[in-house]
C-alpha cells in the first residue's frame, strides 16, 4: 500500500516561512490535499490539489509537489498557524494520510 | 449554513457495537460522498471509508473492513457509521467529512468521541 512520510515536528519563528514536507514515491503523479488540525478541533482543509486554496485561507499558505515531496509552505508565520498539519492522497481506491506535522511558532 | 453535525460522546465496552450519525444540512446530501475518519487519542488521521449517499455504495479500509458498516438515509440527509466488536484500540474520535470528487474532504464534522472500556 501506499505511504507518505511526514516529519515530526517543523518549528518556525513569527513572520518567518515554515516548510512542511510530504515524501511518497512518485508522489508528484498524484494530487496532495493538507489540512490544518488545532488542539481540541476537527481538521480543515487548507490546500487541495497540489496548489489550490480554498476560500476564506490566507495567501500565506502555499502549496507545490513535485518529484517524491510534495511541500506546504507558510509565509509570515502568525501565532495562530500553531497546530497539526497533514498531508492526504488518493491511492488505488483508498484514502491516504500523513502522520502529521507539529508546527510550534516560536 | 452548509455543514455536518454529529451525535454525542459514546462509551461502550468492550465486543459491543457503536453507531454514530452525521447529519448534513445546506447542500444536497446525494450529490457528494461521505468518508469517516477517525484520530486516537494523540495519534494521526485514519481513513476508514467512503460512501456515495447516492446509491449507497461503499468502499472500506482493509484494517476495518468486516467490522464496519456505513450506511446513509437520503430522507434525513443522514449518514451513519456502526463499528462491531469494538476493541480498546477503537478508542478514538471519529470525523465524518464531505468527500469532493472522490479525492479530498472540504468540509469535516464536529467529531464524536467513542470510548472503549470496561
Known amino acids: 500500500s501506499y505511504e507518505v512520510t511526514q516529519p515530526l515536528s517543523v518549528s518556525v519563528a513569527l513572520g518567518q516561512t515554515a516548510r512542511i514536507t510530504c515524501g511518497g514515491n512518485?508522489?508528484?503523479?498524484?494530487?496532495v490535499h493538507w489540512y490544518q488540525q488545532k488542539p481540541g478541533q476537527a481538521p480543515i482543509l487548507v490546500i487541495y490539489r497540489d496548489t489550490h486554496r480554498p476560500s476564506g485561507i490566507p495567501e500565506r499558505f502555499s502549496g507545490s509537489n513535485s518529484g517524491n515531496t510534495a511541500t506546504l509552505t507558510i509565509s509570515r508565520a502568525q501565532a495562530g498557524d500553531e497546530a497539526d498539519y497533514y498531508c492526504q492522497v488518493w491511492d488505488n481506491s483508498t484514502w491516504v494520510f500523513g502522520g502529521g506535522t507539529k508546527l510550534p511558532v516560536l | 449554513q452548509v455543514q455536518l453535525v454529529q451525535s454525542g460522546a459514546e462509551v461502550k465496552e468492550p465486543g459491543a457495537s457503536v453507531k454514530v450519525s452525521c447529519k448534513a444540512s445546506?447542500?444536497?446530501?446525494?450529490?457528494?460522498?461521505i468518508c469517516w475518519v477517525r484520530q486516537a487519542p494523540g495519534q494521526g488521521l485514519e481513513w476508514m471509508g467512503w460512501?456515495?449517499?447516492?446509491?449507497?455504495?461503499?468502499n472500506y479500509a482493509p484494517k476495518v473492513r468486516g467490522r464496519v458498516t456505513m450506511t446513509t438515509d437520503a430522507s434525513t440527509s443522514t449518514a451513519y457509521m456502526e463499528v462491531r466488536s469494538l476493541r480498546s484500540d477503537d478508542t478514538a474520535v471519529y470525523y465524518c467529512g464531505r468527500e469532493i470528487y472522490g479525492e479530498y474532504l472540504d468540509l469535516w464534522g464536529q467529531g464524536t468521541l467513542v470510548t472503549v472500556s470496561s
Open positions: 445546506g447542500y444536497t446530501f446525494t450529490n457528494y460522498g
Open positions: 512518485n508522489i508528484g503523479s498524484k494530487n
Open positions: 460512501i456515495n449517499p447516492d446509491n449507497g455504495n461503499a
